[in-house]
């Protein structure tokens, strides 16, 4: 059995030995309601359940069953990497029963644990797909097989267990698997990596839980290893698993998005645990780069739908946008690494802008569907998926109940139980806020508790209000991100006091009294955003933003008849709130007909008279039935 | 044995018993030097031997020595489809030997049909990948195995081999397995499709070639029952292989690509052998739309990597441009088909476009390597493939020596030998100049034979001189096409006698006499062309043509440090000649480095003064190393 002396550790996903900020856990933080709080209850209520439902109907939970009744592999379904989408359901359900105390929850997890916990092997093995009379060997196909990604899993979801509820059955299943791991690819063992990165950040963070620094020399083995070509050449090159150029000597992300966010994520961890400023530097750079040249203006990342990957620096086409979901947690996962590390605002940024516009869009209203790609410009109504089918698709342009490869639910769902963690972070003098939700937070100081509750309507409004409810007989520090989208900054209100702060962190240090507010105020009406000239793609448009959302235009808001794809705005004229809804100045264009589309004479095509179109917020797209959609608009 | 009252038929590729013109064969027009028959001899010095070596070396022909033997499957070497490249080159020899008499090449042609014949089954089945102890059993994997994809390049190298040097035993096998398929997919058959259209266009023309029916009716069957669904399933959707909607109710091409481009050719050959007005009306509906809206400045086709398939209407990103080689060959295959059925000049300027931009350009200067994809803005430099090793990537940016899925060599290597065929055809009263090459043309009129030559530096210069070497004693119509392209038109000079003809067709309606001669001037200096307004990735920016050839810049024309994704077009100033080599003016813009690449104020980069940009047609790209290069260029 695990060490019992395990603490809980206040239900913390990340919890570095050292940095600049020191994380909060979902403990520390509890949502209210609002926008971030409603989502954890559609979690609760709905999006949880219906990946259990999903993942029993789709057999990925019976698998473990065949495997102990030894019918496999002939009873085995879904692909390689079935059991990965049962441990991060896991991991969804232990956050969200130590959010919740969910009993009921509490007894379905534990059945699920019940049915994969004879399967393991004697030496800690364990996995469907390999090693039975039939099926491959044990890791004899690296590239494509994911044993060591469904570890990855697997020990990701037994931290959240064991930071939650604490140790048992299902976190000795996963240190069982994580010895296996460090045995059979240790210094002596394989000298090889896995297509798929994942298991270099759940060994990390699993020797944080445990205090075992042999996880963490085995996920920086794995770092250090990967780069080396060690994996087989593929159609789409090395590059797809990051396997073509070390992680330290790799300046921007590359391949497959999540693959690559993933590893960065892991690396950051294996930098801040092993003092590898090096490392971090790197990684730094990565992130930077990346940031500046691979990213969608939503935070979206992987611009090919072919290998999944990151397209060329600045090669960011909105139509063929494939900003996987799972990419999006991927990037909060490492932005949030290097936010701690760091105690730069910008990764807080960054985290923000993904968590509205790729994360929190993922799901549809009612929580059973979920987009899988996020494009930024959809040019004909999709079609509408079955409602109780399977997607085959990835690239289904409405959301579907699940997929083929179903990864992206279940990471929606242990992303929003855990949300609270990355809300705020602490120091010894004081406390950071990075997201604006309503809730209350608890945090410490070197003198003792110190807590507070944040008001909101954030993102619609732009008033944030903190009132402290606990504090110490001594000056500690409230820091509060003024995002980075701010350009104008905001109004910093302390006790009736207001003063300007500009994009980054505004800082209020004092002898805090019970019932003291401070509230930040950032102007969030809608403004026009224009792309960085060597984005060939969207040459000549403009995007709408409103506080941290990205907004688009759906064609169920046009004049009958037309849609997106003619929509031309006028942006000489700002856009703004009328009745409520954000809309911007614009035109239709009328286009000709034609038999070649290339010409010696520009054509320019007959525009409307101008009126106001209505835009919504992107995460908020495609619950309304079929419509073509687009975030770039051309400029008339 | 074949009938052996079969012609020769002049060595046509194709040869409807219908439609507005008659073809010509490679007997008829005979290529001498020039942008085209240098190519002829580059394919004949070159590339033939080359991808005679490739299939060798690949061990491809090497499978059917393993199946004599006995020793696949483990001895098969390469993908489901290998067969089909060993057949296609078996039909660029067969054109070539035709073309040329070259004894050589015959006796190795004969080596490799002997190695192929013992491997066919006494029902006339033959492949190498199924049906074996160990492999999968026939037509078990319609989606994928592509056996009568197989079958299809079979059967068009036996109607090459046929119409050249007349029935053997290669046309011998090639209709046993016609014969099969008939048997094992007719009407008491299995009713399924190949997922990898192309049995459709061969059986069309092997029934031309034998004048059995059976053989069209087969084909005509085929049609008929894709787009019901038979396939499954895939990823990418059903419409991948276009079994998604029934040929005569699509309007437009979609999925892949070269599988659509293969169908429809297919289709128009089934309609017009079968005087079905209704399906040749959807196919010159699906081309019509196909060309107005899925279709690159240089003709290509094929907008995603993604499934080498169609983008939607407009979507045509320039720097994930797909544009398969051999999607062009499909297009020439298609436009080609449509032009005998119509008489219409449009189909052969698609030709035109095709054979120039995206044909011409697959193979370098010495024959030995390919462009297997054709982008139209390569945004780094591609790393020199190896010289002499296989590329497992179709997406290489620089040319490679062969490929693991290497059909675009075999594809161009055939279209290369038989082009003579696709220069002019003939009609009970004239002939039509399609294309403009130097070299001889021998055609008939009802009243006997007429022959011309023609000279031209065509496309460098503009001057197309034909002159009549035989004619009858009675009128007869030269009609040659005026290009699309050349939209101020240009002169025909008759008998000294100049006047202005436009875009269609130039019609010279005489008794001629031996000597007389018909000129065509046009004006191939560049010019710019701009793209319609809703091809969104390339707004605001131009491209430069010259006569039939497209333009790009590459950065070895670029200042030292320079890249061609800096590059702006002065397009107030109207692109020239200089020194013999196009130029235009155009300014690098110096962008600002930023942490993210969306901003509330337009970013505008500072730009150098104005400089002569050299422009080197598109098809020559590649050809001096590494650089970046790009078709459309931002206007300043």
Redo the contacts between chains.
């Keep these: 059995m695990p060490d019992t002396s395990l603490s809980l550790d206040h239900g913390r996903p990340v919890a570095p030995s050292t940095g600049a900020l020191r994380p909060l856990g979902i403990d520390d933080v509890r949502l209210r309601g609002g926008f971030w709080g409603d989502r954890q209850e559609l979690n609760h209520r709905a999006m949880i359940e219906h990946c259990e439902y999903w993942v029993e109907r789709a057999g990925w939970v019976a698998n473990f069953d065949a495997a102990r009744a030894g019918t496999l592999p002939g009873a085995h379904t879904g692909r390689e990497f079935a059991d990965s989408d049962v441990y991060k359901l896991l991991e969804a359900m232990a956050w969200e029963i130590g959010r919740t105390g969910d009993e009921a929850m509490d007894a379905r997890f534990r059945a699920i644990v019940d049915r994969i916990a004879p399967v393991q092997e004697a030496d800690g093995y364990l996995n469907t797909y390999f090693g039975r009379p039939g099926q491959g060997a044990r890791y004899s196909d690296l590239e494509w097989g994911h044993e060591l990604y469904c570890y990855g899993h697997l020990i990701q979801a037994a931290v959240a267990r064991g930071r939650t509820t604490g140790p048992d059955l299902f976190v000795e299943i996963a240190r069982r698997a994580a010895d296996h791991v460090c045995e059979a690819f240790g210094p002596d063992g394989i000298q090889g990596v896995c297509g798929h990165p994942e298991i270099e950040v759940a060994l990390a963070e699993f020797a944080r839980y445990t205090g075992d620094p042999k996880y963490l020399e085995q996920s920086r083995l794995f770092i250090e290893r990967r780069g080396h070509r060690t994996l087989a050449?593929?159609?789409?090159?090395r590059q797809y698993f990051q396997d073509d150029t070390p992680v330290r000597d790799t300046d921007v992300m590359a391949g497959h998005a999540v693959r690559a966010l993933y590893l960065a994520a892991g690396g950051v961890d294996v930098a801040v645990e092993t003092d590898d400023g090096e490392l971090l530097t790197a990684l730094k750079t990565q992130v930077?780069n990346t940031?500046?040249?691979r990213?969608y203006?939503t935070g979206g990342m992987g611009a090919?739908?072919?290998g999944e990957s990151f397209?060329?620096?600045?090669?960011l086409?909105?139509?063929?946008s494939y900003s996987e979901s799972c990419a999006g947690v991927g990037s909060v996962m490492v932005n949030f690494r290097l936010l701690l590390a760091t105690g730069e605002s910008?990764y807080a940024d960054a985290i923000e802008r993904t968590l509205y516009n790729v994360v929190a869009g993922s799901p549809g209203e009612d929580g059973t569907s979920f987009f899988y790609t996020n494009t930024l410009?959809q040019?004909?109504p999709g079609a509408t998926p079955p409602a109780d089918e399977q997607s085959?698709?990835?690239a289904s342009s409405l959301r579907a109940p699940w997929f083929?490869v179903s990864c992206c639910p279940t990471n929606v769902a242990r992303t929003f139980a855990s949300l609270g963690a990355y809300v705020a972070t602490s120091s010894p003098d004081g406390l950071q806020l990075h997201q604006f939700v309503t809730g209350t937070i608890r945090g410490a100081v070197a003198e003792g508790p110190i807590a507070m509750t944040v008001e909101t309507a954030y993102p619609d409004e732009g008033t944030i209000t903190v009132t402290v409810s606990e504090t110490v007989d001594s000056e500690w520090e409230l820091a509060i991100r003024v995002p980075?989208w701010a350009?104008a900054g905001g109004t910093l209100v302390v006790d009736g006091q207001e003063r300007t702060v500009v994009p980054g962190t505004a800082r209020v240090r004092r002898r805090f009294a019970v019932g003291d507010t401070v509230t930040l105020q950032l102007d969030v009406s809608p403004?026009?955003?224009?792309?960085?000239?060597?984005?060939?793609?969207?040459?000549?448009?403009v995007?709408v933003e409103a506080g941290p959302l990205v907004l688009c235009a759906e064609s169920v808001d046009l004049p009958e008849g037309a849609d997106v794809?003619s929509l031309r705005i006028v942006d000489a004229e700002a856009p703004r709130v009328r009745d409520g809804q954000p809309v911007a100045t614009a035109r239709l264009?009328g286009?000709e007909?034609?038999?070649?589309?290339?010409?010696?004479?520009?054509?320019?095509?007959a525009l409307s008279e101008p009126f106001e179109l209505p835009l919504i917020p992107y995460h908020r797209r495609a619950n309304r039935g079929p419509a073509t959609m687009r975030v770039w608009m051309?400029c008339a």
């Design positions: 050449d593929i159609e789409f090159g930077a940031t500046a040249r990213t203006v090919h739908h072919e397209g060329l620096d600045f090669e086409p909105p139509d063929r910008r410009h040019r004909v085959p698709r990835a083929e980075g350009h403004r026009l955003t224009y792309p960085d000239p060597r984005v060939d793609a969207v040459r000549g448009s995007a794809n264009a286009f007909s034609t038999d070649w589309p290339y010409a010696d004479a520009l054509g320019r095509p051309p």
